[in-house]
């Protein structure tokens, strides 16, 4: 079993959501505020790595609507090859384009305050991406 950590980074927010390629099931694990600083962050993951018996990183990649990356796409690449170097674990990147307004949609239902949806959707973003990324692995025994 592969147990992986999705992350949605962003300058001031961390969406974090765990998963694994056996269930196949990613849940939202919550929000933290970005230090702003790479490598701030990245012990923060580690710890939340840690805790959680991750083995590999997944990354929400934003892409521009034409497969290109921009300056936030290259801030996230940049973020992973720390990342990976400073705790020798795989990362990987899933193209998040959308995940944002797909989290809305999910919380639509709930009829939060807008404050208290602002401080559950990174963790829902995160649950999205990392879902689309297990969804995209292969069956085990297949």
């Known amino acids: 079993m592969t147990r992986f950590l ?21 849940s939202p694990i919550g929000v933290i505020r970005s230090c702003g600083r790479c490598d701030d962050d990245i012990g923060t993951m580690v710890e939340t790595a840690r805790e959680y018996g991750v083995d590999a990183y997944v990354l929400g990649l934003p892409l521009n609507m034409d497969d290109t990356e921009g300056p936030q796409a290259r801030l996230i690449r940049r973020f992973g090859e720390v990342l990976a170097r400073e705790t020798g674990r795989p990362v990987h990147y899933y193209d998040e384009r959308l995940s944002s307004r797909t989290a809305d949609e999910m919380l639509r239902p709930a009829e939060l305050t807008r404050k208290k949806k602002k401080r559950v959707a990174d963790a829902v973003a995160a649950q999205v991406i990392l879902q689309g990324f297990i969804d995209s692995l292969p069956q085990r025994g297949s």
Not at 10 to 25: F, M, N, Q, Y
């Open 6 to 26: 999705g992350i949605d980074y962003g300058a001031k927010r961390i969406g974090l959501a765990v998963g694994d390629d056996v269930t196949r099931l990613a």
